[in-house]
Antibody, heavy 122, light 107 residues
Framework: QVQLVESGGGVVQPGRSLRLSCAAS????????IHWVRQAPGKGLEWVAV????????SYADSVKGRFTISRDNSKNTLYLQMNSLRAEDTAVYYC???????????????WGQGILVTVSS | SYELTQPPSVSVSPGQTARITCSGD??????AYWYQQKSGQAPVLVIY???KRPSGIPERFSGSSSGTMATLTINGAQMEDEVDYYC??????????FGGGTKLTVL
């Protein structure tokens, strides 16, 4: 079965860095784009970033552009999110999510990890 | 930046039909996706490509889209449907965007 497992979260001071990982299994990883989505405590979902199936294209939300970097290692079936210059407003549960493929077209997020909490606080 | 607009809350009586709307200027050209999120859990896809239902999702969930509005419909709402719902789509550059979320109350 499809599984996505995030790791690397925790408490970090403002201005510092953190790297999240997302280990994938149960599907052909290099066939799918993968996204990061976050949810601040008590708030709604916020799309963060996407990386294409082959890593050739990446896109970011304006709120993290220039500070966060999404990457993937298809040989390890793993997605990463390097988060630099962290701010208090980056505090959230971070989810990795697989982009679905429907009849040859891709779109939407069909499977999600359980999420990992990142707390930015001094 | 592109936005999707949902009502913060919708109320429905048990067994009745609930409709949750999502409006966005790009929806005539972009698919809408709908997610159900229970407290403390990851979101679950309930509708993809405007109106298709993934396997395992009850038939009472359906979706439609017309012009700049997509709609999630729950026929015969049950107490277990009383959770949060989010629409999702993409903008013209391919960036993802979520609606603000709708809390469904079944009472």
């Amino acid at each position: 079965q499809v599984q996505l497992v995030e790791s690397g979260g925790g408490v970090v001071q403002p201005g510092r860095s953190l790297r999240l990982s997302c280990a994938a299994s149960g599907f052909t990883f290099n066939n799918h784009g993968i996204h990061w989505v976050r949810q601040a405590p008590g708030k709604g979902l916020e799309w963060v970033a996407v990386i294409w199936y082959d890593g050739s294209k990446k896109s970011y939300a304006d709120s993290v552009k220039g500070r966060f970097t999404i990457s993937r290692d298809n040989s390890k079936n793993t997605l990463y999110l390097q988060m630099n210059s962290l701010r208090a407003e980056d505090t959230a549960v971070y989810y990795c999510a697989r982009e679905g493929i429907y009849g040859g077209n891709s779109g939407g997020l069909d499977y999600w990890g359980q999420g990992i909490l990142v707390t930015v606080s001094s | 930046s592109y936005e999707l607009t949902q009502p913060p809350s919708v109320s429905v009586s048990p067994g009745q039909t609930a409709r949750i709307t999502c409006s966005g200027d790009a929806l005539p050209k972009k698919y809408a996706y709908w997610y159900q999120q229970k407290s403390g859990q990851a979101p679950v896809l309930v509708i993809y490509e405007d109106s298709k239902r993934p396997s395992g999702i009850p038939e009472r969930f359906s979706g439609s889209s017309s012009g700049t509005m997509a709609t999630l419909t729950i026929n015969g709402a049950q107490m277990e449907d009383e959770v949060d719902y989010y629409c999702y789509s993409t903008d013209s550059s391919g960036k993802g965007v979520f609606g603000g979320g709708t809390k469904l109350t079944v009472l």
